[in-house]
Protein backbone atom coordinates (compact mmCIF):
# COMPACT_ATOMS: atom_id res chain seq x y z
CA UNK A 1 0.00 0.00 0.00
CA UNK A 2 2.79 2.41 0.83
CA UNK A 3 4.02 2.33 -2.64
CA UNK A 4 0.91 1.75 -4.84
CA UNK A 5 -0.77 5.15 -4.83
CA UNK A 6 -1.74 8.31 -6.71
CA UNK A 7 0.72 8.06 -9.93
CA UNK A 8 1.48 4.57 -9.51
CA UNK A 9 -2.07 3.00 -9.88
CA UNK A 10 -4.00 2.53 -12.85
CA UNK A 11 -5.62 5.66 -12.80
CA UNK A 12 -2.56 7.85 -12.49
CA UNK A 13 -3.77 11.06 -10.11
CA UNK A 14 -6.53 11.66 -12.33
CA UNK A 15 -9.88 11.21 -12.87
CA UNK A 16 -11.38 9.96 -15.86
CA UNK A 17 -14.82 9.82 -17.65
CA UNK A 18 -16.11 6.05 -16.96
CA UNK A 19 -17.17 4.81 -20.64
CA UNK A 20 -20.24 2.24 -20.39
CA UNK A 21 -22.31 1.25 -23.67
CA UNK A 22 -25.54 -1.04 -23.95
CA UNK A 23 -24.69 -4.44 -23.46
CA UNK A 24 -25.24 -6.67 -26.62
CA UNK A 25 -28.34 -7.98 -27.71
CA UNK A 26 -29.30 -11.90 -28.33
CA UNK A 27 -29.04 -11.68 -31.42
CA UNK A 28 -25.44 -9.77 -31.62
CA UNK A 29 -24.37 -12.83 -29.28
CA UNK A 30 -25.74 -15.37 -31.64
CA UNK A 31 -24.39 -13.98 -34.75
CA UNK A 32 -20.58 -13.03 -33.15
CA UNK A 33 -20.26 -16.99 -32.60
CA UNK A 34 -20.90 -17.00 -36.48
CA UNK A 35 -18.52 -14.43 -37.22
CA UNK A 36 -15.75 -15.63 -34.94
CA UNK A 37 -16.18 -18.93 -36.38
CA UNK A 38 -15.48 -17.94 -40.24
CA UNK A 39 -11.84 -16.51 -39.85
CA UNK A 40 -12.54 -12.91 -39.67
CA UNK A 41 -10.29 -10.63 -40.64
CA UNK A 42 -9.29 -8.24 -37.51
CA UNK A 43 -9.08 -4.36 -38.23
CA UNK A 44 -7.53 -2.29 -35.14
CA UNK A 45 -8.00 1.45 -35.22
CA UNK A 46 -7.38 4.65 -33.26
CA UNK A 47 -9.24 7.04 -31.40
CA UNK A 48 -11.30 9.35 -33.69
CA UNK A 49 -11.18 6.92 -36.72
CA UNK A 50 -14.29 6.52 -38.65
CA UNK A 51 -15.07 3.11 -39.89
CA UNK A 52 -18.71 3.75 -41.16
CA UNK A 53 -19.90 6.68 -43.20
CA UNK A 54 -23.62 7.27 -43.50
CA UNK A 55 -24.83 6.85 -47.15
CA UNK A 56 -21.67 5.40 -48.37
CA UNK A 57 -21.77 1.58 -50.16
CA UNK A 58 -20.51 -1.00 -48.54
CA UNK A 59 -21.43 -4.55 -47.23
CA UNK A 60 -19.13 -5.66 -44.80
CA UNK A 61 -20.36 -6.61 -41.55
CA UNK A 62 -18.22 -5.63 -37.75
CA UNK A 63 -18.52 -7.31 -34.84
CA UNK A 64 -16.67 -4.84 -32.04
CA UNK A 65 -14.08 -6.54 -29.58
CA UNK A 66 -12.42 -3.90 -27.74
CA UNK A 67 -13.34 -0.49 -28.05
CA UNK A 68 -16.07 2.34 -27.67
CA UNK A 69 -17.82 3.44 -31.04
CA UNK A 70 -20.22 6.68 -31.64
CA UNK A 71 -23.14 5.96 -34.05
CA UNK A 72 -24.47 8.91 -36.04
CA UNK A 73 -27.33 9.32 -38.31
CA UNK A 74 -27.58 13.01 -39.58
CA UNK A 75 -24.11 14.38 -37.44
CA UNK A 76 -26.15 13.58 -33.92
CA UNK A 77 -25.07 10.63 -32.14
CA UNK A 78 -27.29 8.20 -31.19
CA UNK A 79 -26.19 5.44 -30.09
CA UNK A 80 -22.66 4.07 -28.00
CA UNK A 81 -21.74 0.78 -28.88
CA UNK A 82 -19.00 -1.82 -27.43
CA UNK A 83 -17.64 -5.05 -27.14
CA UNK A 84 -20.55 -7.65 -28.89
CA UNK A 85 -22.26 -5.20 -30.76
CA UNK A 86 -22.24 -6.14 -34.92
CA UNK A 87 -22.18 -3.21 -37.01
CA UNK A 88 -22.97 -3.25 -40.67
CA UNK A 89 -25.71 -4.91 -41.21
CA UNK A 90 -28.54 -2.99 -42.36
CA UNK A 91 -26.21 -2.00 -45.47
CA UNK A 92 -25.94 -5.60 -45.62
CA UNK A 93 -29.62 -6.09 -46.34
CA UNK A 94 -30.96 -2.48 -47.71
CA UNK A 95 -28.85 -1.81 -51.01
CA UNK A 96 -25.98 -1.79 -49.67
CA UNK A 97 -26.05 1.60 -48.41
CA UNK A 98 -24.69 2.99 -45.05
CA UNK A 99 -27.60 3.99 -42.90
CA UNK A 100 -24.64 5.49 -39.93
CA UNK A 101 -22.03 6.71 -39.52
CA UNK A 102 -19.35 4.96 -37.34
CA UNK A 103 -16.46 6.49 -35.54
CA UNK A 104 -14.31 4.80 -32.50
CA UNK A 105 -14.40 7.18 -29.61
CA UNK A 106 -11.64 5.13 -27.98
CA UNK A 107 -8.78 2.62 -29.70
CA UNK A 108 -11.01 -0.59 -31.39
CA UNK A 109 -10.52 -3.80 -32.30
CA UNK A 110 -13.15 -5.22 -35.30
CA UNK A 111 -13.63 -8.54 -36.79
CA UNK A 112 -14.80 -7.71 -40.32
CA UNK A 113 -16.53 -10.29 -42.76
CA UNK A 114 -18.08 -10.10 -45.56
CA UNK A 115 -22.07 -10.08 -45.74
CA UNK A 116 -22.02 -12.82 -48.30
CA UNK A 117 -20.75 -15.01 -45.48
CA UNK A 118 -23.65 -14.76 -42.76
CA UNK A 119 -27.02 -15.88 -43.06
CA UNK A 120 -29.51 -13.05 -44.17
CA UNK A 121 -31.57 -14.62 -41.43
CA UNK A 122 -29.18 -13.56 -38.42
CA UNK A 123 -28.17 -9.97 -40.00
CA UNK A 124 -32.40 -9.50 -40.25
CA UNK A 125 -32.66 -10.00 -36.38
CA UNK A 126 -30.13 -8.10 -35.58
CA UNK A 127 -31.67 -5.27 -37.77
CA UNK A 128 -34.71 -5.66 -36.45
CA UNK A 129 -33.25 -5.08 -32.94
CA UNK A 130 -31.31 -2.35 -34.09
CA UNK A 131 -34.52 -0.79 -35.45
CA UNK A 132 -36.42 -1.06 -31.40
CA UNK A 133 -33.79 0.55 -30.26
CA UNK A 134 -33.58 3.45 -32.64
CA UNK A 135 -37.10 3.93 -31.01
CA UNK A 136 -36.30 4.16 -27.78
CA UNK A 137 -34.10 6.16 -25.19
CA UNK A 138 -30.28 5.47 -26.44
CA UNK A 139 -30.91 5.28 -30.25
CA UNK A 140 -29.66 1.82 -31.90
CA UNK A 141 -26.73 0.65 -33.58
CA UNK A 142 -25.73 1.81 -37.34
CA UNK A 143 -24.61 0.16 -40.30
Request: cysteine-free; overall charge negative.
Amino acid sequence: MDHSFGDRTPWGDQDSTALTVAAESGAERRLSGVIMGGRPEIVRLGEGVELLRQGEEGTDVFLVLDGVLDVSVDGDVVAEVGPGAVLGERAALEHGRRSATVTTRTAARLARVPASSLEPGGLGEVAQEHRREEQGPGGGNGG
